[in-house]
């Protein structure tokens, strides 16, 4: 919508201290507000311009209109306030926190809080920052501090202001296409996929690749790196880093194996003997053979593990000849005597 107004007399209609509290969060924040007057007020100069559509389409932009993005406008009542933010807070941004008294009565003893514990000693400094924020930084925030005047040092505390820092973006996932174990010889692309969120679309990330503990790529814009031939050498673990320009936030990806399969040998023909392994006896001789030659290689095999059977059979009816001649003589009847008269 379009704010238009003309700066008018209003202090009638609310309380001072509520005029002194929206002047002074509208004050904050007067990049983004162009009037200062309650737009639902009839005698109020500020009004929508029906022809206008909502802001927050896409864009922001309405019949050649640009608007800037919507905050919550928040008027407190307390003598002592903590401002925040009015944006939303990502990773990598500095975080500003004020303690602000009411028309700006000097104050002492300012102390800031996250969910309860002091952030630092005492002191006149009324603002709080952080350079770098991380979500670690989320919490409730408030600040004490004791007037000067007027009395003779009144202490005072805010009420809590909810921090939440938001993840920038996701810690990347690296991914190998069109697969993880590629041919060698055949192409394979790595992919580090992450994404930023729509109010930080305009950002850049910068991604790097990683090998075994090395750079294989350096930062740069383009989130895929290529290896046109893969070869054995490539097998590795690989990783990807994606960063800020700023390098103020960066994140790692899981590492992915890559195993890159090298051309699988032809196995030699089979053959069609069923022996247990072990070392063949060695072939015989024509000679041996009785005469039987032949220039096939496998005959000859085959023929030589017969001469072998035919050997151990051999030796074995010796041993049984010889076991059924010692069974005869101790089995054969004793001849008898007889009596001598």
Request: proline share 9%; glycine share 6%; charged share 20%.
């Given at each position: ?231 054995v050498e490539h097998s590795g673990s690989y ?103």
């Amino acid at each position: 919508m379009k704010l238009s107004c003309v700066p008018m007399a209003w202090a009638l209609y609310i309380p001072s201290a509520v005029l002194w509290e929206a002047h002074l969060l509208v004050a904050a924040s007067f990049e983004t507000l162009q009037c200062e007057g309650p737009v639902s007020t009839e005698k109020s100069n500020c009004h929508m311009d029906d022809d206008l559509k909502d802001p927050r389409e896409t864009d922001y932009q309405v019949k050649g209109y640009t608007f800037s993005e919507p905050f919550h406008l928040i008027v407190s009542y307390d003598w002592l306030i903590l401002q925040g933010p009015a944006a939303p807070i990502f990773e990598g941004d500095p975080l500003v926190l004020r303690c602000r008294a009411w028309q700006d009565w000097p104050l002492t003893q300012v102390t800031f809080y996250r969910d309860g514990s002091a952030l630092g000693p005492p002191g006149p400094n009324k603002e709080f920052s952080i350079a770098v924020v991380q979500e670690a930084d989320s919490g409730h925030y408030h600040c004490s501090a004791i007037f000067r005047s007027p009395g003779p040092g009144s202490p005072e505390t805010t009420s809590t202001v909810a921090i939440t820092v938001q993840e920038l973006f996701a810690a990347p996932v690296l991914r190998a296409s069109p697969s993880a174990e590629p041919k060698e010889g055949s192409p394979v692309t790595l992919s580090c996929h992450t994404k930023l969120p729509l109010q930080r679309s305009a950002a850049r990330l910068l991604f790097s690749f990683y090998k075994d503990g090395r750079t294989v790529r350096s930062k740069g814009l383009s989130s895929e790196f290529q290896v046109p031939t893969a070869s054995v050498e490539h097998s590795g673990s690989y990783w990807c880093e994606a960063a800020t320009e700023d390098g103020q936030v960066w994140k790692q990806s899981s590492q992915l194996e890559i195993r890159v399969q090298a051309p699988q040998k032809l196995a030699a023909p089979e053959t069609t003997s069923k022996e247990t392994p072990g070392p063949l006896p060695p072939l015989a001789t024509p000679s041996e053979h009785r005469g039987f030659s032949s220039p096939d290689p496998h005959l000859h095999h085959q023929m030589s593990i017969l001469l072998k059977l035919m050997q151990d059979v051999r030796a074995l009816l010796g041993h049984l000849v010889i076991e059924l001649r010692d069974l005869s003589g101790h089995l054969k009847p004793e001849t008898t005597k007889a009596p001598v008269k």
